[in-house]
């Protein structure tokens, strides 16, 4: 294999010339299998010859490509024509560290984000992550072909992953971010990016704390059929911007029989200034379209701009999904490619006194806080250009205004 032997000898939780403890052999697959760099991990025991009271431990594995380049070019009414670059690499010269780069350009929106994860940064498993970052976005408009508003921004972090378990890891950071909103459009820029500068100036910079825990039990990276995850953690930017940041994550998978996963989501987002400012909008959060509520258009729901009904997002966001993972047919034993039946939730509002905004008459929502519910059926595959997912879902409790999307597709995480 390609994978150096010190990355799977240090997941092992079986020690060389130890008790042999089938627990700790199968807590040393599932570390394994967890790293996500290969198809198939499997672990077997053989009788060492003339020493009939000690057993070798073989180990199997099937690496799958963990390197990725991609190239794709597409056409929006609104972005025009979009181009995408990135290389990936979760698995670098089989040293376990990961590094990727990231180039998205279109009329709308430009991106470049490079970062680097470290693992085993010490020898006891304590994770080192650096990243850099730059975004650009200007938000088209039919009657303002340069936009109505640039939003600008630039900056990096380092963290850091100590684990106090077999399971958990407590995390620590900071990072720096610099914001600059420009070419506002007194008609076509939403009040409440004109409030923000009017409140914070043009341009601001935060250095943001980051402190967080997770456990992860589950027994699989690829394609989990058991187990949990769970995720806390709190954000605390100064200087200009002074806000807290609660995030609160929990997937669940239940095995129903051998090919049958029944798997649960639950996310809730809130934010909150410590000062006497408005909670920043450009640290708004979004719900809609794959990743929270499919059936609805990506980050259509919560506040609309009274004027322009451009979508807002809000300070505080609840979202839950249910899913059931069935087997492909004709690939019962590939859990890399599955379809599923699912079921959406979710909630983008206000916190506080902020009111929840609506869009105008001709385009007014009705309750666009309040809650909506989607269902519907997709496919998912771990293809060789990342998770790949397509679903069709239905509104379950559209409102007039809401903006829906059948069909949707992405290339990432699995909800």
């Not at 970052?133 to 963290?159: C, H, K, M, V």
């Not at 990016?193 to 992860?216: A, C, H, M």
């Not at 639950?266 to 794959?290: E, H, L, Q, S």
Request: net charge negative; charged share 20%; with cysteine.
């Amino acid at each position: 294999t390609r994978t150096r032997d010190e990355v799977i000898r240090r997941e092992f939780r079986q020690q060389e010339a130890a008790w042999y403890d089938s627990t700790s052999l199968r807590t040393s697959r599932e570390r394994v299998d967890r790293l996500g760099y290969f198809n198939e991990v499997d672990i077997s025991t053989a009788p060492v010859p003339g020493s009939p009271d000690q057993v070798d431990v073989k180990v199997d594995v099937k690496e799958k490509p963990t390197g990725l380049i991609n190239l794709g070019v597409g056409y929006g009414s609104s972005d025009k024509v979009m181009l995408s670059a990135g290389i990936s690499q979760d698995n670098i010269f089989g040293s376990g560290n990961s590094l990727s780069l990231n180039v998205n350009t279109s009329k709308r929106n430009r991106a470049l984000v490079l970062a680097h994860t470290d693992p085993y940064w010490t020898e006891n498993g304590i994770s080192k992550t650096t990243s850099l970052f730059y975004r650009r976005t200007e938000p088209y408009d039919a009657s303002d072909a340069w936009g109505d508003y640039q939003i600008t921004s630039y900056g990096g972090g380092l963290n850091f992953g100590v684990p106090i378990t077999e399971h958990d890891r407590v995390f620590a950071g900071v990072s720096f971010e610099h914001n600059k909103i420009s070419d506002l459009h007194e008609l076509y820029t939403p009040k409440a990016y004109q409030d923000f500068i009017r409140e914070y100036g043009e341009g601001t910079n935060s250095v943001v704390f980051n402190l967080g825990w997770s456990k992860d039990t589950r027994d699989s990276a690829l394609a989990p059929t058991k187990g949990y995850y769970s995720h806390l953690s709190a954000d605390v930017s100064t200087m200009d911007l002074r806000y807290y940041m609660l995030h609160g994550q929990h997937q669940h998978y239940v095995p129903l029989g051998k090919s049958y996963t029944l798997a649960f989501n639950f996310m809730a987002d809130w934010g909150k200034t410590y000062n006497d400012k408005t909670f920043p909008v450009i640290k708004n959060m979004y719900a809609g379209g794959i990743g929270t509520v499919r059936g609805y258009e990506g980050g259509s729901l919560g506040p609309r701009d009274h004027d322009t009904n451009d979508y807002l997002g809000g300070s505080r966001r609840l979202v839950a999904n249910a899913q059931l993972f069935l087997p492909f047919p004709g690939a019962t034993r590939d859990r890399s490619l599955r379809w599923f039946l699912f079921a959406d939730a979710g909630q983008v509002a206000t916190t506080g006194s902020d009111t929840c905004t609506n869009g105008p008459t001709s385009h007014a929502s009705e309750d666009p806080c309040g809650w909506r519910y989607s269902a519907g059926v997709g496919l998912s595959w771990e293809s060789p250009l990342g998770p790949l997912q397509l679903s069709y879902g239905r509104p379950l409790n559209d409102k007039p205004g809401d903006e829906k999307q059948s069909f949707q597709f992405q290339i990432g995480t699995s909800f």
